[in-house]
C-alpha cells in the first residue's frame, strides 16, 4: 500500500468522527485548532510494543483507546477539556492494514465524547511497533491545576478506579484471560475525563493524573509543593473483585491500589474547609513534611512504575 496509501486509509477513519471539526484537519502541513482560551494545554506519551501493550493479550482497538486515554487523562488533570490528538506511528512493515484502521477506530472511539479528535501525524517505518500521541486541551479560561498548589491543611481526595490495571496485569501475566473485569481495565483504562475540569471548578489546588501509581504519583504532588501527604488505607476502596484475584493470586489487593498504575484515576488535594463531593473520595491530608506517608508509616513497598528502576 506504502506510506501514502495507509496515510490515505488512516485519516480516513478519524474523518469519519462526529466530534467538531478543526480549522485545518489532517492533510496539510500542520493542523490548526481554534484556542479560545488563548493557552493550550499539551501533553505527549509514548507507548511500544511488548513494552507497553502486547498485540497477544489486547486487540488493535483495545491498543487506540489505550493510548488515547492516558494522554487525554493528562489533560483532564490540568482542569482543562481535550480538544484534540497528533499521533505518530512508527510501524513495522508487515503490520497488517486492517489492525492499524482498528488502531485508528479506537483513538477515534476514545475522543468522540469528549469532543476531540486525531488531527493530524506522521508515520514511519519501524523494527518495532511503537505509537506516539500528543494531546491538546483548552483550559476555558480557568487557571490550570498544577502539581505544586497543595498546602498544609488541604485534603487529598481521588476519583475513579485504582488497582483494577494491575490486577489485570498480574492476570494475563500468569496466563489467565479472566476475571474480564480486571483484564478489561488493564486493556481499556477508564478514566473520570469530566472530574478534571470540575475538580477545578470545585478549588483543587494540585491533581495528578494517576499514571504510574497512587504513592508515586502522590508523591510527585509531595516534591512540587514542598509538602507531606498521609494517606490512610482505611479509607480507600478495596472492591471484592480486588480482594478474589488477589486472594486467587496470593497477592495483597492493596498492594495493586497503592503502586498500581495504568488506571488514569485523578487525585486532587482541595481546601480542608471544603472537601469535594462524590465521586471523588477523600483518602488523607497535606500536613508539613515531605513525601507520602501510608498508615503513619513510610511507604517501604515499590510506590509505582519507574521505567528505569
Known sequence: MGEFGLVERLTARFAASTAPEPAVGPGDDAAV????????????????????FRRDWSTAEDVGRKAAAQNLADVAAMGAHPTGLLVGLAVPPDIQVAWLEALADGMRAECEPL???????????CDTLTVAVTALGDL???????????RPGDVVAYTGRLGWAAAGLAVLGRGFRSPVGVVAAHRRPEPPYAEGPRAA?????????VSDGLVADLQHVAVASGVG??????RLELPAKLRDV????????????????EDHALAATFPGASPPPEPWRVIGRVARGRGVVVDG?????PGGWDHFR
Open 229 to 234: 501527604i498521609e494517606l490512610d488505607t482505611a
Open 140 to 150: 476555558r479560561g480557568r487557571d490550570p491545576v498544577r502539581r505544586d498548589g497543595a
Open 297 to 301: 508509616s513510610a511507604y517501604d513497598a
Open 115 to 125: 469532543g476531540a479528535r486525531v488531527v493530524g501525524g506522521d508515520v514511519v517505518r
Open 201 to 209: 471548578g470545585l478549588g483543587a489546588t494540585a491533581m495528578v493524573d
Open 33 to 52: 485548532l481554534a484556542a479560545p482560551d488563548g493557552r493550550v494545554v499539551a501533553t505527549t506519551d509514548l507507548l511500544v510494543d511488548g513494552r507497553h
Open 246 to 261: 488477589g486472594t486467587a493470586l496470593g497477592i495483597d489487593p492493596m498492594t495493586w491500589v497503592l503502586a498500581g498504575g
